[in-house]
């Protein structure tokens, strides 16, 4: 149930739009709706700025050109006041910050509606401003209420968010003023917060997550404003940083030799890398801060299959054996390469899940640290296609599930893709291909617990080219010969699947500088 505005809310709040509102909204967001309008008295052509309102003689100026005007010196643009103008009109959407007028410790902003209306009378043409949204800022608190229309004209409370998104249309310019912050947090815990430092959509977020966790500025001051940033943009926090916590080492949850090391290193912390950095704390892996950043930057998309993997031996001789296979294989083996250090983890997973498949005894460091993984791996796969005896078991429900997914069989240009139609067809597919579809996914996608397509060239359909994965209409992976990523063709035709089966938007967003 929706909860409106009490009285009390209200009086944080100045009554009506300022000057300063009026006057920012008119010379900065709406700066560049200024024109000129064009009338004839005779043979002699008339001017009339909409900007200081004032009328002088002009010599051919013409309709959609822009000019100075002579008096204001603004830049304008030049209307014929003949011409039609049922969609002359400029919006702007902005945030202005305040003092409450309840709580000197409190800072206010509201969300502000201008607009410019020309398809009347354009003399005396004034910036109309309404408020849509308002936003109060206390240390402990912090609360927006946005105007609801309907059934009735009200004020709603919500959480404070940004709301640049909802006014991205048209050609509505969207901002905020800066120095309306820089005069709003004078003489209030706000002027600690560091807000100096970022830049933040409308700034609303910002103050919301320093209104409840003042310890923030900590972070700034230390050099670490990327964790606030990445906080702000709404990545995963993996639960690495303590916003409670009463000092930049119960924030971080490390110790004053860790803090040192990281400076000195000079690390850009990010979430994830707290999350490798404290686990090697934790759990006494021993890595250095370079072989944390390695895990990250290497692993940090299979962190917790990798942290799966240290069961069987440690995390640093799985980090070095990983970059091992990865620089060995690829100086050495012509037309066979991992694409990248997690192509090799990948591998060596599914080739510990074939070894437990046959009993080998994975304890035997010839067995857990095979010198050749590729190989090792391509000879387990052989010996588990010849060890499952089960798989005709799946056929029946693999075919129950092609009669479902006709939908998606698809072509594009030269690209066809359809779903697999047998589990000896992952055989193949995974033989051919050198990876581990049938192994792996067999039993999953006979019960729909994930989608196996195949994308064959159409000049040659019955030839294995790529393998896609798709779980709950989001596709997971693109594999080719030997796990390769998929090329510039197979990329296109990917997208272009997405498009057309998937219905996948993307939209852009114009976002005004900050004055």
């Known amino acids: 149930m929706l909860e409106d505005m009490k009285d009390e809310e209200l009086e944080h709040f100045p009554k009506g739009i300022s000057d300063d509102i009026e006057k920012y909204a008119t010379d900065y967001m709406l700066k560049f709706s200024r024109y000129i309008f064009t009338h004839r008295q005779g043979k002699q052509q008339y001017g009339y700025c909409t900007h200081c309102h004032s009328e002088f003689k002009t010599e051919g100026l013409r309709h959609n050109e822009e000019t100075v005007c002579p008096d204001c010196k603004s830049k304008c643009k030049v209307k014929a006041s003949g011409r039609g103008r049922k969609t002359l009109y400029d919006e702007a959407y902005f945030v202005y910050y305040e003092k409450s007028v309840k709580n000197p410790n409190a800072i206010i902003a509201r969300g502000i509606y ?97 209104a409840k966790y003042p310890k923030i500025e900590y972070l700034t001051k230390e050099g670490f404003k990327s964790i606030v940033e990445k906080k702000l943009d709404g990545y995963p926090t993996y639960r690495a940083v303590n916003w409670r916590g009463k000092t930049i080492f119960k924030i971080l949850k490390i110790d004053k030799q860790d803090l040192k090391e990281l400076k000195s290193q000079k690390v850009k912390l990010t979430f994830d890398f707290l999350k490798v950095f404290q686990d090697a704390k934790k759990h006494k892996w021993n890595l250095s801060t370079e072989e944390v950043v390695r895990v990250v930057n290497k692993h940090g998309h299979y962190y917790d299959t990798f942290v799966k993997l240290t069961e069987l031996t440690s995390m640093k001789k799985l980090l070095n054996y990983f970059s091992k296979q990865y620089k060995d294989y690829n100086g050495t083996k012509k037309n ?180």
């Open 336 to 515: 066979r390469n991992y694409y990248s250090e997690d192509s090799v983890l990948l591998t060596y997973k599914d080739y510990i899940a074939d070894c437990k498949k046959l009993n080998m005894n994975i304890k035997d460091e010839h067995v857990l640290f095979p010198k050749d993984l590729y190989s090792a791996h391509q000879n387990t796969l052989i010996q588990v296609k010849i060890n499952e005896d089960g798989n005709k078991k799946y056929d029946q429900r693999i075919e129950d599930r092609v009669k479902e997914l006709q939908n998606y069989v698809f072509q594009y240009n030269e690209l066809q893709i359809r779903p697999a139609v047998s589990s000896k067809e992952l055989v193949i597919e995974g033989t051919i291909l050198h990876h581990c579809v049938a192994a792996h996914y067999t039993e999953s996608y006979a019960n729909g617990k994930t989608t196996i397509f195949l994308i064959r060239k159409v000049a040659e359909p019955d030839k294995p080219y790529f393998t896609m994965e798709m779980k709950d209409n989001k596709i997971i992976q693109v594999r080719g010969l030997r796990n390769c990523n998929p090329g510039k063709d197979v990329s296109e035709f990917v997208e272009a699947f997405k498009a057309t089966k998937l219905q996948i938007k993307k939209s852009k967003a114009k976002i005004a500088v900050p004055a």
């Open 114 to 210: 201008a607009i410019r209306n020309y398809t009347g009378d354009y003399h005396h043409i004034k910036t109309k401003c309404s408020v849509e949204y308002y936003y109060l800022f206390e240390i402990g608190n912090s609360v927006m209420f946005r105007k609801h229309h309907w059934p009735s004209m009200r004020f709603v409370k919500g959480k404070v968010h940004s709301n640049f998104d909802l006014w991205d249309h048209g050609n509505i310019v969207i901002g905020y003023c800066r120095d309306s912050i820089r005069k709003a947090t004078k003489d209030t815990p706000f002027r600690y917060s560091t807000w100096e430092s970022y830049d933040h959509k409308d700034m609303t977020e910002f103050f919301d997550l320093y």
